[in-house]
């Protein structure tokens, strides 16, 4: 599967940006990110059917993750953005992923590009 990543881009803290990823249906797909000098960190991930997801404690109740598997395209809205999410942002895609292995880059076979999210005043 191919996934494109995008939507990134500058915003001032405390503004929304909504990340897309093209996907093919019937992947789990994930969003992980990674700044300079650090490690690709989990962010969230959204089962094949759309009805279950999970968030890194860093961003739970400020991002959502959801899917449109009509279009083919998981969504991830990032609100209230603080200096400290700027990152390139890539999703991941998998058709299985064990749960307590999310975390974890090396269990996802597919990857995007990546799009830059800058959030600076």
């Known amino acids: 599967v191919q996934l494109q990543a995008s939507g990134g881009g500058s915003v001032q803290p405390g503004g929304s940006l909504r990340l897309s990823c093209a996907a093919s249906?019937?992947?789990?797909v994930a969003w992980f990110r990674q700044s300079p000098g650090k490690e690709r960190e989990f962010v969230s991930l959204?089962?094949?059917?759309?009805?279950?997801?999970w968030h890194a404690y860093s961003v739970k109740g400020r991002f959502a993750i959801s899917r449109d598997n009509a279009k083919n395209t998981v969504y991830l809205q990032m609100n209230t953005l603080k200096p400290e999410d700027t990152a390139i942002y890539y999703c991941?895609?998998?058709?299985?992923?064990?749960?307590?292995?999310?975390?974890?880059?090396?269990?996802?076979?597919?990857w995007g590009q990546g799009t830059l999210v800058t959030v600076s005043s």
């Open positions: 991941a895609a998998s058709r299985v992923v064990q749960i307590e292995k999310k975390d974890n880059p090396a269990v996802y076979d597919f």
């Open positions: 249906g019937g992947y789990v």
């Open positions: 959204i089962n094949r059917d759309g009805d279950s997801t």
